[in-house]
Each structure stands twice: as structure tokens, then as C-alpha cells.
């Protein structure tokens, strides 16, 4: 074996295991006691190592065992190799498990900044080294985005056309008049629909889930409110509405993202109510990583109640 020559094969890792047991002990006995095999079976896997390799990787006799030049050449990256390939299983077993992982969540705007850390911070307490990634849409777009598996689930309104995925309900989200306190101190509970007529009105943009439903209501209702501001975010809808520029009509769980604690209050409207329910939506054919599933639960168990 004075020779060298092109590997004639890749060798495998239990064949490298066995190399690298020796190469510490320098006992084949020792190694073929502790390996649980034969000493003449740990021989022919080291001879047909060094076969496989074209180098000697061993000189030994009745005495002693010792590495070859090409032996203690080959030892460090037998090392490195066996410690990444059990890493790398490791942490595969940590992700089958759900321990590790990624997990997309896409969210209505108007439900994501509320409902969502909450669960993320439950999570991440045994759940540290998972990364959860939350994707803002509207309703439309988040069932595209689980058509396209961009998302492995979403928390949105009940889907248009529900073919093809699920949905599984959290909570029914109340639509409330508000305003002001001063400018709703005169104004029953619950308010009149004509309140909307006789007050400047402020609306979310015309794409939003709130303003879809909010449409159907005052449609419902036989009203036609004239539309002072349109405002793609909540705090700037809460905003307004402290300045006195006029009142909403916007779901009981965002009023807490108005962003003007103190300077708002609400009412409900008269019948006929006005809600949309929130839950949770994913494919029927699709197979969620553990980590993905397991978070999906967690957020279904949430004692939620949107008045609070």
C-alpha cells in the first residue's frame, strides 16, 4: 500500500466511526469490545477503509497500534465530519418534534398586533429556538397566500370560496360606534343608525376587511354616510377621532389599537348587529411542519374575548 491512488469508493460513516474509535484508543480490541463487533469484523472494516482510501491508515503489530502520516492526516476531518452529521440529525429530530423550525403566520392588520404576541410569547417560553414569521394582509391576499404556500396559516375572516382549505373559528368581533366621549354623551346605547348620517364619518380604505363589512352594514341599514377621511391604519382612524373630526364604525378587538386610551369611547349600534368572525384558515391537502401545527393549536386554545 506504498501507493497512493483515487479513492475507489466514498467511505460510509459507520466505517469512519470505527476509524475514528481506534484512532482514539489505539486498541482494536478496545474498540471491537466497545463498537459491540468482532475484532476480525472491525479488521475488514478497516482494511477495506484503507482500500477504499488507497492509504494505510494504521502500522500495528502484536504490541502497539499507531496512526499512519496518512492516519492523523484523515483524523481531524473524521472528527468534524461525525460531529456535524450528528448535529445535523440533531437538530432534524429537534424539528420533527417541533422544537426547531419556522413557521409563517399570516394576519388581518387589524388582528395580527393583538392577537398574535400574545401566542408568540406563550410559544417561545419551551419553544426558544423557533422562528415565527408574521405576514400582514388583507383577507384576499392571505387566501392567495396559502393557495401560493407563502403562509402556513392565517388568522382572517371565513374565505370567499372555503374549497380546499379550513376554517375554524376563534371568536365573533362586534362592530361599535365610535367617538369621543363628548361627542357621543347624547347618543343611546345602542345608537341609532342615523347617528352616521349626522356625524362626520371616518373609514378604513376601501380594500380593508373593516370597511368591506362596514359597507354591507350601512347598506343593511338603508344609510349612505358621507365619507370625511379614509385611513389605511387603525391608529390614524383613533387619531382623528380624538380631534373630533368625526366617528367610526370599526370591530370591538381593534379598539385597543386606536392608540388613544382615555379619549375614546363606544356604543353599540342598533340591531341589526354587525360582526365578523376570526379564525383560523389553512389548506385540507397540506401537511403543517410539527412546529407549524403545534403553534396553530396553541393560538386555537387562546381564551380570547375581544372585549378585553
Known amino acids: 500500500m506504498g501507493k497512493t491512488h483515487a479513492m475507489a469508493r466514498t467511505p460510509s460513516m459507520s466505517s469512519l466511526r470505527l476509524f475514528l474509535q481506534v484512532a482514539h484508543s489505539l486498541s482494536f480490541s478496545d474498540t471491537a469490545r466497545t463498537a459491540h463487533i468482532s ?10 477503509l484503507e482500500e ?7 502500522d500495528r503489530n502484536s504490541r502497539n497500534v499507531n496512526l499512519t502520516a496518512a492516519g492523523a492526516a484523515l483524523l481531524p476531518t473524521v472528527e468534524r465530519l461525525t460531529a456535524e452529521f450528528d448535529m445535523a440529525f440533531r437538530e432534524l429530530g429537534e424539528t420533527f418534534q417541533g422544537q426547531r423550525g419556522r413557521v409563517v403566520v399570516g394576519a388581518l392588520p387589524s388582528v395580527a ?9 406563550r410559544f417561545q417560553e419551551s419553544r ?4 415565527i414569521v408574521i405576514r400582514e394582509n388583507l383577507t384576499g391576499s392571505l387566501g392567495q397566500n396559502l393557495q401560493d404556500r407563502l403562509i402556513d396559516f392565517a388568522v382572517t375572516t371565513p374565505p370567499a370560496d372555503g374549497e380546499g382549505t379550513r376554517f375554524q373559528p376563534l371568536f365573533d368581533d362586534d362592530y361599535v360606534l365610535v367617538g369621543r366621549p363628548e361627542d357621543l354623551a347624547g347618543i343611546a346605547n345602542p345608537a341609532p343608525w342615523r347617528t352616521f348620517v349626522d356625524l362626520p364619518f ?30 389605511a391604519q387603525l ?3 383613533g387619531a382623528l377621532i380624538a380631534q373630533g373630526l368625526g366617528i367610526s364604525l370599526l370591530p370591538r378587538s381593534t379598539l385597543r389599537l386606536l392608540g388613544m386610551t382615555g379619549q375614546l369611547d363606544w356604543r353599540m349600534p342598533e340591531p341589526p348587529r354587525v360582526s365578523r368572525q376570526i379564525g383560523l384558515c389553512w389548506l385540507k391537502d397540506r401537511t403543517l411542519a410539527p412546529v407549524a401545527q403545534d403553534f396553530l393549536e396553541l393560538v386555537a386554545e387562546q381564551n380570547i374575548d375581544p372585549e378585553n
Do not use: H, W
Not at 477504499?52 to 494504521?58: A, E, H, N, P, Q
Not at 398586533?113 to 410569547?121: G, T, Y
Not at 363589512?213 to 365619507?227: E, Q, R, W
Open 235 to 237: 391608529a390614524t382612524v
Open 113 to 121: 398586533a393583538d392577537l398574535l404576541p400574545k401566542a408568540i410569547a
Open 202 to 231: 371616518i373609514a378604513m380604505e376601501s380594500r380593508s376587511s373593516v370597511r368591506m363589512l362596514t359597507d354591507v352594514a350601512f347598506s343593511n341599514a338603508g344609510i349612505a354616510p358621507k365619507t370625511r377621511y379614509e385611513c
Open 52 to 58: 477504499d482510501l488507497g492509504v494505510r491508515l494504521f
Open 39 to 48: 475484532q476480525p469484523a472491525l479488521s475488514r472494516t478497516i482494511k477495506l
Open 128 to 131: 426558544p429556538q423557533v422562528e
